[in-house]
């Protein structure tokens, strides 16, 4: 089976720094997403990680270590705009297992 | 290109009715899969299909079933409807598979009375 944990919810400030970790457990691992979807909306690609390592992609970062099965979302400069909840995803076996998702409120 | 389509964007029912959902993927993919979204459980994978067959499930009752056509169009349905399956249905599309960007369509809200 497949398990994935989130924080439910994190606060920031504008212009912080933020940190969204995802843990999971899995028979089979191909890669992690990572999507945004902020309230009544469809999510949205943010990051996809297959082998250990940093991604970045302007403001936003993404880290993988297979083997301690974890992975975060590094969120730099916040924005009110990013006020979203941020879904962890896993694929492998021809399954993809979201998160609960991790709601982040970026107050002034 | 145009996005991921869904129709209806909101539907009231009753229990016991059965609905269906409607999603066209984006023009070009044929990996079409469905979630069911609500507050409590996130996000979850219905099914997934792949030139007109249902290629992955996910770990939801019979009652929840669907087809692709030919153009990759995809419906779901859910028969004898219950009240806890009201929630967000979400369609996505990618080019041929889950190991790749998985593109949402706006979703169908389903409330079952």
């Known amino acids: 089976g497949q398990n994935i944990d989130q924080p439910t919810e994190m606060t920031a400030t504008e212009g912080a720094i933020v940190q969204i970790n995802c843990t999971y457990q899995?028979?089979?691992?191909?890669?992690l997403f990572w999507y945004q979807q902020h309230a009544g909306e469809a999510p949205t690609f943010l990051s996809y990680?297959?082998?250990?390592g940093l991604e970045e992609k302007g403001r936003f970062s993404s880290f993988l270590s297979r083997s301690k099965g974890y992975s975060y979302l590094l969120l730099k400069e916040l924005q009110m705009k990013d006020s979203a909840s941020y879904l962890c995803a896993v694929t492998g076996f021809q399954k993809l297992v979201f998160g609960t998702g991790t709601r982040l409120l970026v107050s002034p | 290109k145009a996005g991921v389509t869904q129709t209806p964007r909101y539907l009231i029912k009753t229990r016991g009715q059965q609905v269906t959902l409607s999603c066209s993927p984006i023009?070009?993919?044929?990996?079409v899969s469905w979630y069911q979204q609500t507050p409590g459980q996130g996000l979850q994978f219905l099914f997934e299909?792949?030139?007109?067959?249902?290629?992955n499930k996910g770990n939801f009752p019979g009652r929840f079933s669907g087809r692709q056509f030919s153009n990759s169009r995809s419906e779901m349905n859910v028969s004898t409807l219950e009240l806890g399956d009201s929630a967000l249905y979400l369609c996505?599309?990618?080019?041929?598979?889950?190991?790749?960007?998985?593109?949402f369509g706006p979703g169908t809200r389903l409330l079952v009375l």
């Open positions: 996505a599309s990618s080019l041929e598979n889950l190991q790749e960007t998985q593109y």
């Open positions: 299909y792949f030139s007109e067959t249902q290629r």
């Open positions: 990680n297959v082998l250990d």
């Open positions: 899995t028979s089979g691992f191909n890669g």
């Open positions: 023009s070009g993919h044929r990996s």
